[in-house]
């Protein structure tokens, strides 16, 4: 099973203060389940999509709240006319963790659709 596949399967948890960010290796090993236009930090994970028009993007941008109010992990979200950047991050960790890649795995089977 790939490692996209076995993300989207999953749903991010509750984090509480004070957790550990993932380490080096295991945030490149999820990274490597997310479509390559995800930038990756030690931080954070990000990654902009193009839209022919506000509308589309802000579509898209609801699509993505809407997955964030029910996984309980929100993104940033920079809306733009034909732009949507997100980015994702662990504020409890600070840093990344499953959750950040499980939500970047699950915007991505949004493209397309």
Known sequence: MSEA???TGRHC???EAGISPL???DAAKLAGGLDPDWERTALHIRR?????DFRD????ATKVALLAEAEGHHPELLVRWGRLVVTLTTNAANGLTDNDFIMA????TFVGS
């Open 5 to 7: 596949v076995e993300l």
């Open 23 to 25: 380490t080096e290796s």
């Open 57 to 60: 993007t802000f579509a898209f």
């Open 48 to 52: 902009s999509f193009r839209f022919a």
């Open 105 to 108: 795995a699950k915007i991505d």
């Open 13 to 15: 948890s509750a984090c």
